[in-house]
């Protein structure tokens, strides 16, 4: 295997070891970039100089005798919601397109302490609104499997920045499957962690979301590479009130996972909500079946969950308040009225986020929360008695760029709605931590699989994650 789609935990092994010397390594992932970013489109800014600079700083460090945890590691930054400061930060808008960072997220600050080098910032739909890449500032990302197809939203650049060897860890943001829906497209790994565990960081708006459903989280090729970021990022920053203690650290789990036959997994095909593929629930019920083979048990489970209708529009009071308080924080803090100063220029479906947003009563938002709560208790006595819960991601596999979301799925009708395409958006409603995983191919197309538990059970949920890895036999489309 080459150096591009190394492992995080053997790159930085291998720098801290003196095997590989850090400004190769991110000088030969700089020449990846530089080959494949016109066939993904997954970059808005290569950071050359800089990397370098910060590359032969690790060197200076790791000579001094620092234990970095990330020595070395090429990571890429989703250009939404970390910042680095003095990097182009344009959040997929064409009236930021020039704007430029003052200050620097608290979770690049941790993990360039750790020693990982930032080598560029990823395509993201503008303030990463929608379920697939693609921005009039940028365009749109593909998937490597298939760079026609698009790598899914809001992560799409950093998850085919990683499927496609451009970087080894990437970060990712996830209101309704942000960090799922690309994960599942470009075929990698991403945790949604439980609120609060990875802190969000607004001077602005500290308080947004009284009843919150964006995280940040980390997006990498393998389990135990993700969870040695989860460990960097994970853990309470003063700017962040509802973030909390790190209770464990994370790495032990993915690397010394369950075997199969200690493994007890209750499944669903659809959420008893969704239609979804035949064919994508075969990718996933192969995944399944492999690791029966190997031990596993696996017991299909019913979610008593609410009236579909009553959750998505309890997830649309949600999602769009949202969108209208982060376009006020971003008028907030660059002292402009976006939509009246540049309303061509904004999307049209985000202004009707907007606009929608700033409509809602706040007493119907409230009461928004009763079918979340019915929902996490569904969730939590599907859970019981079983190590996680698993379904697929997506209800098909990845679209064109241009493709609308089926108006039929499995013979069901879906109205053409984002929220009939991603299993992902209603554990953003219950604040359960999820981990997506590849399955099977459909076509030689990925398909994902949500591995769900109880809050702050993301040591379990990453040793089931491993534990399917290791059976998987998965395999990047190297080019």
Known sequence: M??????????????????????????TFLERIDDRNDVTNAFVTVLREDARERAAAVRERIEAGEDLPLAGVPVAMKDLHESKAGVRHTMGLEPLSDDVAETTSVTIERLEAAGAVVVGTTNTPELGYSVRTDNELQGPTGTPFDPERNAGGSSGGSAAAL??????????????GSLRNPASCCGVVSVKPSFGLVPRGSRVNGYRGHTPVRVLGPMARDVESLALMLDVIAGPDAIDPFSVPTPTTYRPAAADPPTPDELTLAYSPDLDVFAVEESVRAAVEGTLSDLESAGATVEEVSIDAPDSGDLTHAYSLAVTTFFA????????????DLLADYGEEI???LRTFVSMGRSHDAADYATADFPRTDLYHAVEEALSGYDALVCPTLATPPLTHDEPIPPQIDGEPT?????????AWPFNMTGHPVVNVPAETVDGLP?????VGPTFSE???LGVAAAVEATSGWEYPEA
């Not at 790159?11 to 991110?26: F, I, L, N």
């Not at 109205?415 to 299993?423: E, R």
Request: overall charge negative; hydrophobic content about 40%.
């Open 2 to 27: 080459s150096l591009h789609y190394a492992s995080a935990v053997d790159v930085a092994d291998g720098v801290r070891s003196g095997e590989y010397d850090p400004v190769d390594v991110v000088e």
């Open 163 to 176: 499927a496609d060897g451009c970087c080894a860890l990437a970060t990712g943001s996830d209101v309704g």
């Open 325 to 336: 308080t982060a376009v006020s924080e971003l008028e907030a803090e660059r002292d402009v």
């Open 347 to 349: 999307p049209s479906g």
């Open 415 to 423: 109205g053409g709605v984002p929220t009939a395409w991603t299993l």
């Open 447 to 451: 398909v994902g699989m949500q591995v």
């Open 459 to 461: 040591p379990r949920l």
